[in-house]
């Protein structure tokens, strides 16, 4: 492996989503949509996945992964607060290959 010090700065190979570091959580969130019927939101994989996995994922950490990797954005789902006084918008997401 070459030092990248020594290597221009734009011609630096690009730290992607599909690294080893983030294999385990694709596969995480993989297993998540197919859990929760094939579409979910990205409420739903985050609370799957740190209530099913022993070191969770963080959230800005997800919004990124689902971002770059083999997902599809299928738009914005309104949800309501648990306290009932408003709601927000969140992605619902699906696996691009159907492969889970």
């Known amino acids: 492996m070459r030092n990248n010090r020594k290597v221009e700065f734009m011609e630096r190979p690009s730290a992607a989503v599909g690294n080893n570091k983030h294999m385990k959580n694709i596969e995480y969130i993989r297993q998540a949509i197919g859990y929760l019927g094939g579409e979910a939101n990205t409420r739903q994989i985050y609370d799957w996945i740190n209530s099913n996995t022993r070191n969770g994922i963080g959230s800005r950490q997800l919004p990124q992964v689902l971002k770059m990797g083999p997902?599809?954005?299928?738009?914005?789902?309104?949800?309501?607060?648990?306290?009932?006084?408003?709601?927000?918008?969140?992605?619902?997401?699906?696996?691009?290959?159907?492969?889970?």
């Open 71 to 100: 997902f599809d954005s299928m738009g914005l789902v309104r949800i309501k607060q648990i306290t009932g006084e408003g709601s927000y918008e969140v992605n619902s997401w699906r696996v691009k290959d159907n492969s889970y």
